[in-house]
């Protein structure tokens, strides 16, 4: 009887921690620049404490323009944007933990990569880099997942 009734117990148990274990939210967040409200995606969506962020190119939000004709120039302005929009959903680039980076040429990726190290110097995401045609006459773009800043224990291994 007593083990039936400890049986009984640890069904119980695990029978409540999973019906009370809360599930991750799922938003799917628009941009806030005007020129996008309309697009058939979102800026950023949140799964829990986890940021997937759709693919940036270098159009400077101001101008809405490349910002240079030159990988170096469209490189910077992608990760600004990909770091205003972090920083708008509660992130940033030292909680990036996965970048996939489009070369319009691939012979851009050694001086692409000068200015990733830049923005990179201390935390290396994993990374995925191909070459593809873009739309926009843009020479790159790159998407990014990222946790918030606050949304998990910080035990980074060096």
Do not use: W
């Amino acid at each position: 009887m007593k083990t039936k009734l400890f049986i009984s117990f640890i069904f119980l148990l695990c029978f409540l921690s999973c019906n009370t274990v809360e599930k991750p939210s799922l938003v799917f967040h628009k941009s806030k620049l005007e020129r996008k409200k309309n697009a058939p995606f979102s800026d950023a969506v949140e799964v829990g404490n986890i940021l997937y962020l759709a693919g940036q190119v270098g159009i400077n939000p101001n101008t809405k323009k490349l910002a240079s004709d030159e990988i170096e120039g469209q490189t910077v302005q992608a990760l600004e944007n990909i770091k205003e929009v972090l920083e708008h959903h509660g992130s940033d680039l030292e909680h990036v933990v996965k970048c996939t980076v489009i070369l319009a040429d691939v012979n851009d990726f050694k001086a692409f990569n000068t200015i990733f190290r830049k923005y990179f110097p201390k935390n290396k995401p994993a990374r995925t880099t191909f070459a593809a045609d873009l739309l926009v006459g843009a020479k790159i773009e790159i998407d990014v997942i990222a946790v918030k800043a606050d949304g998990f224990k910080d035990a980074r291994v060096n």
